[in-house]
Antibody, heavy 116, light 110 residues
Framework: QVQLVESGGGLVKPGGSLRLSCAAS????????MSWIRQAPGKGLEFVSY????????HYADSVKGRFTLSRDNAKNSLYLLMNSLRAEDTAVYYC?????????WGQGTLVTVSS | QSALTQPASVSGSPGQSITISCTGT?????????VSWYQQHPGKAPKLMIY???SRPSGVSNRFSGSKSGNTASLTISGLQADDEADYYC??????????FGGGTKLTVL
């Protein structure tokens, strides 16, 4: 069945970096846009970034532009989010999802905590 | 890009119908038929319930339906069941090529 599994979350100090990964299975990964969406503790969903099938087109939320970099490896059925210059307000569960603006399915999420 | 506007909470009794609104602007909901709705139970990942305003993914109950009028999209749940109690989010594609979510609505089944 279609499955997305995120990894790479953890505790990082302000200003630090983290790389999230999302492993996809059960579908032709290279046929789909992919996205990251995050959810701060007790808050709503926030779009982070999406990437086109080939990786040639990307879009970022203003809140992460210039700090986060999204990439994909279609040969490895994997999606990556490199997060630099992390801030306390980046603390959230980060979800990988299939699609550009219609998301289904979603991974289980990985928690990123930015704290000193 | 401002978030779409949803009521913070709605409630209904088992068997009743409820409707959750999602209000945007002419730059998102009003222009694009790319409105989706998601259900999220506590501690779980969101689940796609409605896409492209009115379409239901395979496996989603036909008790869930979507509609749109002008800048406002709506999710209607008929025949409320206890398991429908969850948070619901809408989202839309925008003219800035980005994606915007609503603030979420907590549905309580009384």
């Amino acid at each position: 069945q279609v499955q997305l599994v995120e990894s790479g979350g953890g505790l990082v100090k302000p200003g630090g970096s983290l790389r999230l990964s999302c492993a996809a299975s059960g579908f032709t990964f290279s046929d789909y846009y992919m996205s990251w969406i995050r959810q701060a503790p007790g808050k709503g969903l926030e779009f982070v970034s999406y990437i086109s099938t080939s990786g040639s087109a990307l879009h970022y939320a203003d809140s992460v532009k210039g700090r986060f970099t999204l990439s994909r490896d279609n040969a490895k059925n994997s999606l990556y989010l490199l997060m630099n210059s992390l801030r306390a307000e980046d603390t959230a569960v980060y979800y990988c999802a299939r699609g550009r603006n219609t998301y289904g399915p979603w991974g289980q999420g990985t928690l990123v905590t930015v704290s000193s | 890009q401002s978030a779409l506007t949803q009521p913070a909470s709605v409630s209904g009794s088992p068997g009743q119908s409820i409707t959750i609104s999602c209000t945007g602007t002419s730059s998102d909901v009003g222009t694009y038929n790319s409105v989706s709705w998601y259900q999220q139970h506590p501690g779980k990942a969101p689940k796609l319930m409605i896409y492209d305003v009115t379409s239901r993914p395979s496996g989603v109950s036909n008790r869930f339906s979507g509609s749109k009028s002008g800048n406002t999209a709506s999710l209607t749940i008929s025949g409320l069941q206890a398991d429908d109690e969850a948070d619901y989010y809408c989202n839309s594609y925008t003219s800035s090529s980005t994606v915007v979510f609503g603030g979420g609505t907590k549905l309580t089944v009384l």
